[in-house]
């Protein structure tokens, strides 16, 4: 396993459309692994593969309760809207007031090529949808209604 490097904003590969995964080999496994790590060593609680610079449909979640991996995710459903809070391990430092579901109903595989579906309310199903924009090239920038200002960041810290 390897920590990856995080590609910041600025680099356009964070505005490609990745595609699907089709090889649940070994290579994969290994990329998880270090998808797994990064995420863990960063300290957010997403990390999409594009911004490692692997260009697949690939992401990797942990809000806390255990690391769920998704290959080809794609939403089934949706129910609810609120304004929450959102940042990005590509912009750090920086957050934004964005508007996600309360939950989020989603399918994909796991690393041996099996589909499952996940349900997720609340950050998990924010994580989801951040994480899924990704993969079509999508950052939170581009949805947010406010930045935060520093002040309200240091707010929120304490
Ligand atoms: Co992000």
Known sequence: MALRKI?????????????????????????????????HDSGGVGLAAPQIGVMRRICVIDIGEGVVEFINPEIISTDGEHEVVEGC?????????????????????????????VEGEELFAQAMCHEFDHLDGVLFK????????PDEIAHDDE
């Open 7 to 39: 590609v910041t904003e600025g680099d356009d590969i964070l505005l490609k459309k990745c595609r699907s995964v089709e090889k649940f080999d070994r290579k994969l496994w290994d990329l998880l692994d270090d998808m797994v790590e990064t995420l």
């Open 89 to 117: 391990l590509s912009s750090p430092g920086e957050f934004g007031l964005v508007k996600r579901p309360e939950k989020v109903v989603a399918k994909a595989y796991d690393r041996e090529g099996n589909e499952f579906t």
């Open 142 to 149: 581009s949805k947010v209604i406010r930045m935060l200002s």
